[in-house]
Structure formats: C-alpha cells, structure tokens
C-alpha cells in the first residue's frame, strides 16, 4: 500500500524549521522553502532552485506538493480569461480573469461542483465533489495572476470569491486561502480588496463577524420575496430573507466591512416596480453600500431569459429615483461561457 506523504503546505514556518533541525539542517532553510510555496510560489520542489539537490530530492521523498495545474484556457474577444483548472486527483474547476482599464480581477472557486441547485447557475447543475483545500484556492489566484501580469503587464487589483461552490460551506479553507493571500508572508494583498460571495448561509454570515474579518461580504439576493427567492434558490427555505438581514446587520456590527446585494434580472420573474419596491425596502433594513443589478446569462438547463433594455433601464431609474445606490453591471466574457452563474466545467 502507497504511503500517503503529507503535504508541505500544511506545515507552519515552526514546524517547517522543526523538521529541517530534526534532518541536521540549518534552520534558515525553511525560511527558504517558505517563500518558495508562500511568497514566490512554486509547483514542485524541482524549482527551489537556491535549495541543494540533494535536500529538493529529500523533500520530494517525504512531502507531497499537490499544485493545482492548468487544463484548459479560453479567451474572450472582451479581453476576459476563463480557465479550467486541475488538481492533484483529476477534479476541474473554473476561475476567471476580469481585466479592466482600472482593475484586473480574478474570480476564484472555493469548491468542486455546488450543492446548493440555484435554478439560474450552471454550477447548481453539478454535483459537489468536495471542497477545494486552502492551497488550491491559493494556487488559483497565483496562476490568474500571473496570467494577468502575462496578458497585460499588471497584478491583479482585486478578487471575487463568486466562481463555483458556496464560500462559508467551505469555510476554514477559504479563510485560510484569504489569510495566505492577505500576509506579508504571502501575496500581501490588502483583503479590502477581497470579496466574498454567499447564496446566503445566515448562520456562517455571523461567524464572519464573530471572526472580525476585514475583506468584504456580497451576498446573492436575486428576490426580494421569500416565495420568488425560494423558487429559485432552495438555500432560502433554511436561510430567509428576515434572517439573511439580521445576520449582514450583525456582520456589519462587528466589523463594519463593505456589504454589497447581488441581484440578477430575469424576465417577468423579478423585474418589475413591485420587485424593484421590495428590493428597497431590504436595502433600506441592511447596511449596504450598493445593489448591483447583474445582467442575466443563460444557460441550457434553465428557463430564464433576459429582460429587455427597455425593462432593466425602467428597473435602475426606478432604484436611482428612491435614492438606492445601484449600479448595472455587464457581464463579461460570455462567448466563453465565463460570465457570472455560468461556470460549468465546460472545455
């Protein structure tokens, strides 16, 4: 039976230095070895290249190193990058990089699959395989970003957690991803500049609080009733919308983080003043900074179309007159299936 090695990533800068001392090594080798996965990262232990080859042998015998690797990559003619990634035992997932004139932008999965069947995302349609370990998430923002840096001479600015799978039901790794990401020790990455998304898991939202995080919070809305949300998002019937409030006004007091709704048009299902009345009225219960109403993508599973220009303009001027800070946001890199809800694992 194959002895399953244990994964460097999972050893602490201590426990690194333990080990090297237990192997008559100095101490400062694993300050080396730790920028190598951490700060400059690398994917095997072949490319440490200030390390002996004698001890990148050693540590090859001992540790494993399971990178995430890229499948496949698709460009956009609107400048977008969707690739499909694989890890160490042959699952695929997606993330995506957004470029604009002011930002580059990745957006990360957190799990392999979803298991919460939203109706309108081609994620929903996957079965969850499992989460994706805090080092997965990491490598895929280290390979976005160096696409970024390839494609247009620039880090990425900013990352959204809203690829596929839901982030608080992966909770610790996501957070130990964000804290790799945000370290000095790390990528260094203000987690200002971090955005996690949630379908809404009322429980998980107040565990963000209780945790002080410092990145921010957009949650999923797409109804302002529970009957229409519940529809279309099976997360509702244990997460109402009374409850998804209480927990971001519980979040924003202990942190006073960014919150953001998300809100996707679908045609003669949630566009019309009564919705856009009801959507008020929850921004007006929650401390949010912004609505953005997202431009419904289709997908071959489900039956949404999307509103007309005429009906998402009477929508905005509808929220803009109430004095709703609410911004439409157009969707990118949809000739590649890459735009938001339709991330599917799809060559």
């Known amino acids: 039976m194959a002895v399953v090695k244990q994964n460097i990533r999972d050893l602490s800068l201590q426990e690194l230095e333990a080990y090297f001392l237990s192997v008559g090594e100095k101490k400062f080798r694993a300050k080396q070895v730790y920028e190598w996965l951490w700060q400059k990262p690398v994917q095997s232990f072949e490319a440490m290249t200030n390390i002996s080859k004698a001890l990148r042998e050693q540590l090859a015998m001992q540790f494993s190193l399971p990178a995430i690797g890229i499948d496949t990559t698709q460009h956009s003619q609107d400048g977008t990058i969707k690739t499909r990634f694989r890890t160490f035992d042959g699952h695929l997932t997606e993330g995506v990089l957004i470029p ?162 998300e809100y996707i048009l679908f045609n003669n299902f949630n566009d019309s003043l009564q919705d856009a009345d009801e959507l008020i009225k929850i921004y007006r219960q929650v401390p949010a900074d912004l609505i ?32 709703v800070n609410a911004r439409l946001r157009r969707s990118r890199g949809k000739d590649i299936d890459a735009a938001c809800g339709q991330l599917a694992n799809k060559g």
Do not use: W
């Not at 081609?122 to 970024?148: C, H, M, P, W």
């Not at 953005?292 to 007159?321: D, G």
């Open 100 to 261: 604009t004139d002011e930002r580059k932008t990745a957006c990360v999965s957190s799990q392999i699959g979803c298991s919460l069947s939203c109706k309108f995302c081609a994620t929903g349609y996957l079965e969850r395989k499992r989460n994706l370990n805090f080092d997965e998430i990491f490598d895929e923002v280290v390979l976005i970003n160096k696409q970024s840096v390839e494609a247009y001479g620039k880090k990425l600015t900013n990352i959204v957690f809203m690829g596929m799978g839901e982030p608080l039901l992966n909770y610790k790794n996501v957070l130990m991803a964000i804290e790799r990401i945000t370290s000095p020790e790390g990528l260094g990455m203000s987690p200002r500049r971090i955005t996690v998304s949630t379908a809404g898991v009322a429980k998980m939202i107040k565990k963000l609080g209780d945790d002080q995080v410092r990145f921010k919070l957009a949650l999923s809305l797409h109804a302002a009733n529970d009957k229409k949300r519940h529809e279309i998002m099976p997360i509702n019937e244990s997460n109402n919308i009374k409850s998804l409030v209480e927990a971001l006004n519980y979040f924003y007091k202990k942190t006073k983080n960014e919150i953001t709704l």
């Open 292 to 323: 953005n109403i997202i431009e419904y993508n289709p997908i071959e599973f489900a039956q949404f179309t999307k509103p007309s220009e005429e009906k998402v303009e009477a929508f905005m001027r509808y929220l803009e007159h109430h004095k």
